[in-house]
């Protein structure tokens, strides 16, 4: 299994573009998280879905993120417009269940100047 | 408020010393993750438990659940176990799967 697939490892844009970060979850995994990482605050966690359905989204900053999963094995994270404070390392998990192990991606480092 | 408290902040060691990492909380919880977080950046899981004790390999994670406290041991460290280890719990008053997060430990293995 190649495990939770990230893309792109590594994003620099300008504030007020619009940024877009991917994830494939492992093949089979019900539950899928966003996370940010920053030097301040740590993880915390965005998002999550269950069967592709949003079940806690308190974690997202505000409306200029948004998170989808069209289907079981995609799901991204946009940020519209993006701002200088955005720039974090964002994870992405899968699980089973949302009661069992989270497997993590890569991460994705977001630069935005 | 729901809080996670990990000590030490940070640990240097020599290879071969058996090591702990400590991990409180406020209130009651339902499970209890131990993540590595590599110098490269990449997480991974190293255990999920909600009582008693659990062993992999060289380590092994404990918990106490009237204490509210949780340990992580490393015995006969290597400079590979070299990382940042970071605990994270699923509160009982919250709903669904949210996970709050310690602030991590950053552990050094000299050679």
């Known amino acids: 299994d190649a495990g939770v697939i990230q893309s792109p490892r590594h994003e620099v844009t300008e504030m007020g573009q619009e940024v877009t970060l991917r994830c494939k979850p492992i093949s089979g995994h019900n539950s899928l998280f966003w996370y940010r990482q920053t030097m301040m605050r740590g993880l915390e966690l965005l998002i999550y879905?269950?069967?592709?359905?949003?079940?806690?989204d308190s974690g997202m900053p505000e409306d200029r993120f948004s998170a989808k999963m069209p289907n079981a094995s995609f799901s991204t994270l946009k940020i519209q417009p993006s701002e200088p404070r955005d720039s974090a390392v964002y994870f992405c998990?899968?699980?089973?269940?949302?009661?069992?192990?989270?497997?993590f991606g890569a991460g994705t480092r977001l630069s935005v100047l | 408020k729901n809080e996670v408290e990990q000590s030490p902040q940070n640990l240097t060691a020599q290879e071969g010393e058996f090591i702990t990492i400590n991990c409180s909380y406020s209130?009651?919880?339902?499970?209890l993750h131990w993540l590595q977080q590599h110098p490269g950046g990449g997480i991974v899981s190293l255990f999920m438990l909600s009582s008693g004790k659990k062993k992999h390999g060289r380590l092994i994670a404990t918990i106490n659940i009237q204490e509210k406290h949780s340990s992580l041991h490393i015995t006969a460290s290597h400079p590979r176990d070299s990382a940042v280890y970071i605990c994270?719990?699923?509160?009982?008053?919250?709903?669904?799967?949210?996970?709050?997060f310690g602030e991590g430990t950053q552990l050094t293995v000299n050679p």
């Open positions: 998990a899968s699980s089973g269940t949302d009661r069992t192990i989270q497997y």
């Open positions: 879905f269950n069967n592709n359905v949003p079940i806690d």
């Open positions: 209130v009651g919880i339902s499970a």
């Open positions: 994270a719990v699923r509160f009982v008053e919250t709903s669904g799967s949210r996970l709050t």
